[in-house]
């Protein structure tokens, strides 16, 4: 299984982000796992911003819960992530990621069985 992140490279601020991580190698359907998004800003550390499972529940970072909804496409085989009123603070790395076990706020990446490459946002005008 490959995770691959993808969108858009630049955002406005107060604008909505909008990214996808796209699954290979097997289809979503039949892998009971739970799907999650982290970031980087620059300089700083991993940040966990929240997870869907298999069945479609959803857990957010208390800090970005407001903001942030994340989605399963099982058709295209996809995880979408939704950052809405973004802000140069949203500026990092956004990386998927997928587990057996849900582990909530989870960042090491040895806690995931698949990691994605990572793709970066920047917020600015």
């Known amino acids: 299984v490959q995770l691959q992140e993808s969108g858009p490279g630049l955002v406005k601020p107060s604008q909505t982000l909008s990214l996808s991580c796209t699954v290979s190698g097997a289809s979503m359907a039949t892998l009971f796992y739970y799907w999650a998004w982290i970031r980087q800003p620059p300089g700083k550390g991993l940040e966990w911003m929240g997870v869907i499972s298999y069945s479609g529940s959803t857990y957010y970072s208390p800090s970005l819960k407001s903001r942030t909804s994340i989605a399963r496409d099982t058709s295209n085989n996809q995880v979408t992530l939704t950052l809405r009123s973004v802000t140069p603070e949203d500026t990092a790395v956004y990386y998927c990621?997928?587990?057996?076990?849900?582990?909530?706020?989870?960042?090491?990446?040895?806690?995931?069985?698949?990691w994605g490459q990572g793709t970066q946002v920047t917020v600015s005008s």
């Open positions: 990621a997928a587990s057996k076990t849900l582990i909530l706020g989870a960042t090491a990446e040895n806690l995931y069985d698949y």
